[in-house]
């Protein structure tokens, strides 16, 4: 019995390895014979990184400019000329310091920082991923870390999205000519725009702290930002283009500026993993995340998972902390079977808290029910 566990994190209780190994405990204990093969996966967001370690990348730790200028140690994951850069690691909202969230202040310069200790290690083919961001600037300090200069009359733009409305100048004539020889991807599942209804402030600066009257100000800044850059000679006007919203509209300077391909998240972690190879040795596949939601039907890591596998032709289960879904829904995503951490502790606090043996608990059922999943 072949059994391959591709996983996203559970958010606050277990990052997708720890899931993966704790599901792997328990199915031994059942079946002390079985291949486990461990494969985790994200969408570009948390966990991003880890899932290209898992798959022999080798990672590299440095310190850059978090999200509110506190230093943070951040971790990216290089192999041979490719690096993979996870945004939430450098100016995402869990390494605010102590959780304070900074909607109208917070800036992406650290993403900037690791896009240059990238360069530094050689890389010539880099993937973005985006996702959990505690920004909405446009991408404006990712872009001055690397060189751009965003001015008012007098002086540099100050950090944060806020910042923007003050904006005089764009000039990326300083942009690291290191970039030219670079292609990057950007793994982003969302395809908001950056301006108007759906765009950058009014769908997820809420998500950041921001307030109506904060979500107005930012607004102003990113189409101030976009007015500027856009018009700018060597520029991809792409404050229309899906994902130019993705992560507080770094997505929109990473297409502009960076010449960024936008793919979804799970497609590119899928091809640097080699789940495609994976899956079709396997006899089941078992996937997961924290929340198994709505959400998640519109393409999150579980999704694309349960899609690979359907194109092999081989049962998937979902395994979450909790889910919303109804019996009609995950037999339409494409899962045999969905088990979750709430039905076998339903207090939230202690689910999180004990997320490791519940999953070797499930990990027993699942290796119990393998002779029902593997004949379907």
């Known amino acids: 019995m072949r059994i391959l566990i591709a996983s996203d994190k559970f958010k606050g209780s277990a990052t997708g390895s720890e899931v993966a190994?704790?599901?792997?405990?328990?199915?031994?204990?059942?079946?002390?014979?079985?291949?486990?093969?461990?494969?985790?996966?994200?969408d570009g967001g948390e966990g991003t990184v880890d899932a290209a370690v898992a798959s022999?990348?080798?990672?590299?730790?440095?310190?850059?400019?978090?999200?509110?200028?506190?230093?943070?140690d951040a971790t990216f994951a290089v192999r041979g000329e490719q690096a993979i850069i996870e945004m939430a690691a450098a100016s995402g909202l869990d390494v605010l310091p102590d959780g304070e969230k900074a909607a109208l202040e917070a800036t992406s310069r650290g993403t900037g920082e690791l896009i240059a200790a990238a360069l530094d290690q050689g890389?010539?083919?880099?993937?973005?991923?985006?996702g959990g961001s505690a920004c909405t600037d446009g991408g404006a300090g990712m872009l001055q870390a690397l060189?751009?200069?965003?001015?008012?009359?007098?002086?540099?733009?100050r950090p944060g999205g806020a910042g923007l409305v003050d904006l005089v100048s764009a000039d990326i004539s300083g942009l690291d000519p290191r970039l030219a020889g670079?292609?990057?991807?950007?793994?982003?599942?969302v395809d908001n725009p950056l301006l108007g209804d759906r765009g950058a402030a009014a769908v997820f600066a809420p998500q950041k702290g921001a307030s109506a009257d904060d979500v107005a100000v930012l607004e102003a800044g990113l189409q101030r930002l976009a007015e500027l850059v856009d018009a700018l000679p060597g520029v991809r006007p792409s404050a229309a283009a899906p994902g130019a919203g993705a992560a507080g509209g770094v997505g929109y300077a990473a297409l502009a500026v960076l010449g960024a391909v936008r793919e979804p998240g799970i497609d590119v972690i899928q091809?640097?993993?080699?789940?495609?190879?994976?899956?079709a040795d396997a006899d089941l596949v078992i996937t997961g995340e924290g929340s198994l939601d709505d959400q998640s039907l519109g393409g999150k890591t579980p999704l694309g998972v349960s899609a690979a596998a359907k194109r092999a032709g081989k049962p998937v289960v979902a395994v979450c902390g909790r889910t919303t879904l109804d019996a009609s829904q995950a037999a339409s995503a494409g899962f045999a079977k969905v088990y979750a951490l709430s039905d076998i502790e339903p207090e939230p606090a202690k689910s999180m808290a004990n997320a490791v043996p519940l999953l070797r608990g499930v990990g027993r059922t699942i290796a119990a029910d393998i002779p029902e999943l593997t004949a379907r």
């Open 21 to 42: 190994a704790a599901l792997a405990d328990g199915i031994r204990e059942i079946i002390p014979d079985a291949v486990v093969d461990a494969a985790p996966v994200a």
């Open 56 to 72: 022999g990348f080798t990672p590299v730790t440095v310190s850059v400019t978090g999200p509110t200028g506190r230093a943070v």
């Open 123 to 130: 890389a010539t083919s880099i993937v973005l991923g985006v």
């Open 147 to 157: 060189g751009v200069a965003l001015r008012t009359e007098d002086r540099p733009v």
């Open 182 to 189: 670079v292609s990057f991807v950007l793994a982003a599942d």
């Open 271 to 279: 091809r640097l993993t080699g789940l495609e190879s994976r899956i």
